[in-house]
């Protein structure tokens, strides 16, 4: 069997897509579904933004949710703030990824703790807590399928 250039075109891209295949995301890679009581939002790559992202998003994931939790801040208080999803009137999904997405970026804002559900639920309540004396500031994105 002569070998020609198409044949070989379609070996390699189907190793290609072997591998990307075989490298893609997915939400068993991620955290299993819980409680996360000491999960905190801490700086990555050692920078002040304090953002954190849980789970991981696939082709069938859409978004979900997006709200922000913002508190003005009050001198030696510290401030609070809850997100739910979902909330009344919406069908829940299974949660695959929650984004919590830092605005302030002057490693200031906070802590948010995964408080119920989570990755894998189709009910999640993250809790905010300030650092005493500043205010809060961040864009909550929940994506599922």
């Not at 995301?25 to 409680?35: D, E, R």
């Not at 801040?73 to 909330?87: E, G």
Request: net charge positive; charged share 15%.
């Amino acid at each position: 069997m002569a070998i020609n250039w198409q044949t070989s075109m379609v070996a390699a891209c189907g190793l290609v897509l072997a591998v990307l295949a075989c490298s893609a995301p997915t939400t068993a890679m991620s955290l299993a579904p819980g409680f996360y009581s000491n999960l905190t939002a801490v700086p990555l790559a050692g920078g002040k933004d304090q953002s954190v992202i849980i789970g991981s998003t696939t082709w069938q994931d859409r978004l979900l949710l997006t709200e922000t939790a913002y508190k003005e801040s009050i001198w030696m208080v510290v401030r609070d703030a809850d997100i739910v999803y979902p909330k009344k009137s919406e069908v829940p999904f299974t949660i695959s990824c929650i984004k919590v997405l830092d605005q302030r970026q002057d490693g200031k804002n906070g802590v948010v703790k995964v408080k119920h559900g989570g990755i894998g639920y189709k009910n999640v309540l993250l809790r905010f807590h300030s650092q005493r004396g500043h205010g809060l500031n961040y864009v909550v994105q929940i994506y599922g399928h």
